[in-house]
């Protein structure tokens, strides 16, 4: 299959950008789409991605927010003037939901989405099943539409699909890109293992049904909540987190 050889390889090879010396991204671009990592500002920051479609942009997840001016910063430089038109929460906790606040204020995107059941303490403002009192945060209440299995925003000529993947938290999502099968795992699963499932709503019988779900999803690329991206295939890395949790 032709098509499927060419939406397989990237266009171009990720490249690292330095825009000045603290605003470092990558930028890895995949048949009209292309995927923005902003680099984490501190360590415990999540992975910060932008997926610039032919019509709309989506930010996946935004760090803690406690260096979020950089952030937006870069968020700025990437946008290059387009609007932020959606911002997607992989899960509830502040590593990842934290700087949503800010980014919402500087950026109004038309629509904030996470996995229904972590929409929950978003919108409450609860800082405990966040982890906002873990790391010294607070979570504010805040207006989030749900984001479950099946349901899809159009970027143009490219679509994000959510995926649930419960187990790191009860609604912890996936995402994939229709065309480009990338996958955006969250805290499911990384290149050197998978997420924690003794958090709040953790469960690590939940987690291997979801790793088995990707197993059989059918990606092309990993792009986690932290730590290394993985460009083309991956699977290998979801085999090994079945393998960690004895399966
Ligand atoms: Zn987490």
């Known amino acids: 299959m032709i098509s499927h050889f060419i ?16 605003v470092i991204y990558s930028l890895i671009v995949l048949k009209n789409m292309s995927i923005v990592q902003i680099q984490p500002a501190l360590l415990f920051d999540s ?13 996946i997840d935004t760090g803690t927010g406690f260096a979020v001016d950089q952030t937006v910063k870069s968020v700025k430089n990437v946008l290059n003037k387009r609007s932020l038109d959606y911002v997607f929460i992989t899960h509830c906790h502040y590593d990842h939901v934290g700087g949503l606040g800010t980014i919402i204020k500087e950026f109004s ?17 609860n800082s405990e099943p966040t982890l906002g009192v873990k790391f010294g945060g607070t979570i504010k209440p805040m207006d989030i539409t749900n984001f479950d299995e099946g349901d899809k925003i159009n970027l ?28 955006f795992s969250g805290d499911t699963v990384f290149v050197d293992g998978v997420g924690n499932t003794t958090y709040p709503t953790g469960s690590a019988v939940m987690m291997i049904e979801s790793l088995k779900k ?34």
Do not use: C, Q
């Open 156 to 183: 143009g000529k490219h679509t994000l699909v959510a995926i649930d993947t419960p187990g790191h938290t009860a609604g912890s999502i996936s995402i994939i890109d229709e065309v480009t099968r990338a996958l």
């Open 214 to 247: 990707l197993e059989n999803i059918g990606f092309n690329g990993f792009y986690p909540g932290h730590g290394p991206v993985v460009n083309n295939g991956g699977l290998e890395f979801v085999k090994k987190g079945l393998r960690s949790m004895g399966v």
């Open 109 to 125: 995107p038309k629509k904030v989405f996470a996995g229904k059941k972590d929409a929950v303490p978003l919108r409450e403002g």
């Open 47 to 59: 992975n910060i991605y932008l997926v610039l479609g032919s019509e709309k942009t989506a930010m």
């Open 7 to 22: 939406l397989a390889h990237p266009i171009y090879p990720i490249r690292h950008i330095n825009l000045d010396k603290h």
